[in-house]
């Protein structure tokens, strides 16, 4: 085993971190590696490892021309001017549906991005993605590249935002797969994630490709976090932007 030291801000860094209007994004976390979402789009930036897994899936979609992105990482600033701009113009209760608060966008992580359907109407804020075509097709595929769709219908309550059938959010795999079969917003699978730690010592999850152990833990408050990872064998890690770390160990090769 080797142990790694992650100073307090890491808890806000990674895949899984939780960013709305009760967890905002801490100014000292904002940006990372941004590269354009793919080709045609260079003003569209995500962070590289989720252009990377939207580029395969698109590829494997033969999706790009059809689906186009439309808007991915976004400064606080940007997210500033948008959220004005759309209280001007659309009014207070459809901002709010809509239009996160300025650092509570999970735009500002590089990890979300808005998509549309070629050739509809664009519209920045709701883009058209409709259920059907190879926007259905997207949408049943993006879990293996590790993406969901972050606000479903159904879940206004939990997260806070209208159904954006739009708006995917990448959260790595095997997590998106995990959401998807149990129904579970990012609102909702860390605390089940910590409840099954607490309770089973984490979760163990079983695909074709492979098998992983997902833990989650505390960090500590104030100080390095001292976190025991395998010597050998992949693991990826990931801060909650709650206080704790989401530990992701790979059993055994997986083709993701
Ligand atoms: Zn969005």
């Known amino acids: 085993m080797r142990v790694l030291h992650l100073p307090p801000c890491r808890v806000c860094r990674g895949d899984l971190i939780l960013v709305n209007g009760e967890h905002p994004l801490p100014r000292d976390a904002e940006g990372g590696d941004l590269v354009p979402a793919g080709p045609g789009a260079p003003d569209v930036l995500l962070e590289r490892r989720a252009a990377v897994s939207l580029g395969r899936l698109m590829d494997e979609l033969d999706a790009w021309g059809s689906i186009v992105p439309v808007s991915g990482w976004r400064s606080r600033e940007e997210q500033e001017r948008l959220y004005a701009q759309s209280l001007r113009e659309n009014g207070e ?108 010592g984490g979760l163990e999850y079983t695909w074709p490709e492979g098998r992983a152990h997902i833990v989650i833990l505390p960090a500590r408050a104030g100080a390095d976090t001292r976190l025991q990872v395998p010597e050998k064998g992949r693991y990826t890690l990931s801060g909650d932007n709650q206080g704790g770390f989401v530990l992701t160990e790979w059993r055994r090769d997986h083709a993701g």
């Open 93 to 200: 209760e459809f901002t709010r549906q809509f239009v996160a608060r300025p650092g509570c966008s999970e735009h500002e992580t590089g990890l979300a991005i808005d998509l549309a359907l070629a050739g509809e109407e664009p519209d920045f804020i709701r883009p058209p993605f409709p259920d059907r075509g190879i926007c259905r097709r997207f949408r049943q595929r993006c879990a293996d590249f590790g993406f969901v769709l972050r606000y479903p219908a159904g879940k206004e309550t939990v997260t806070g935002i209208a159904h954006e059938p739009w708006h995917f959010r990448y959260v790595g795999v095997p997590h998106a797969a995990v959401m998807i079969q149990r129904g579970l917003t990012l609102e909702e699978y860390l605390p089940f994630l910590r409840d099954q730690s607490a309770r089973e």
